[in-house]
């Protein structure tokens, strides 16, 4: 298993896993979401393979925050491949992105998972996440 940072070769697997997440069509545009994460100081973008096979990614975003003494880490997107689930690929890409966020002054992770999600809420239950305050959204 290797956790690397992605690169744009990667655009085909991540939109094939963004389609497992019920994101159809990201390949129009799956590229340029690609780049912009690549070239953006505050986002980091990680994909996991094993022979060569990339079977998931998690997209990273590092917050500063004007009124606590640390940072936070959101987590906005993580997806394993519907062969690598229950491998454990999930658990490891989190951990990585911990140490990651440590050593950016980040203090807290956060992830948004729809409600729908149930089997996600469960796995994020067992890496020690808890619920928080209510998420409000305006599309714009």
């Not at 990585?96 to 992770?109: F, K, L, N, T, V």
């Not at 998972?113 to 305050?133: G, I, K, N, V």
């Given at each position: 298993m290797l956790i690397r940072e992605a690169v744009f070769e990667d655009a085909i697997a991540i939109a094939d896993l963004l389609s497992q997440l019920d994101y159809p069509e990201t390949e129009q545009f799956i590229t340029a979401k690609i780049g912009q994460q690549l070239s953006h100081p505050d986002a980091l973008l990680l994909v996991v393979e094993e022979n060569s096979q990339i079977l998931g990614f998690i997209s990273l975003h590092f917050i500063p925050q004007i009124a606590l003494e640390g940072d936070f880490c959101r987590v906005s997107y993580l997806c394993i491949s519907e062969s690598g689930r229950g491998l454990g690929l999930g658990t490891k890409l989190?951990?990585?992105?911990?140490?990651?966020?440590?050593?950016?002054?980040?203090?807290?992770?956060?992830?948004?998972?729809?409600?729908?999600?149930?089997?996600?809420?469960?796995?994020?239950?067992?890496?020690?996440?808890?619920?928080?305050?209510?998420?409000?959204?305006?599309?714009?």
């Open positions: 989190l951990e990585y992105a911990e140490i990651e966020a440590r050593s950016r002054g980040c203090d807290r992770m956060e992830v948004h998972c729809h409600s729908r999600r149930t089997l996600a809420h469960q796995f994020y239950f067992r890496q020690d996440y808890e619920e928080s305050p209510k998420y409000l959204l305006k599309m714009l």
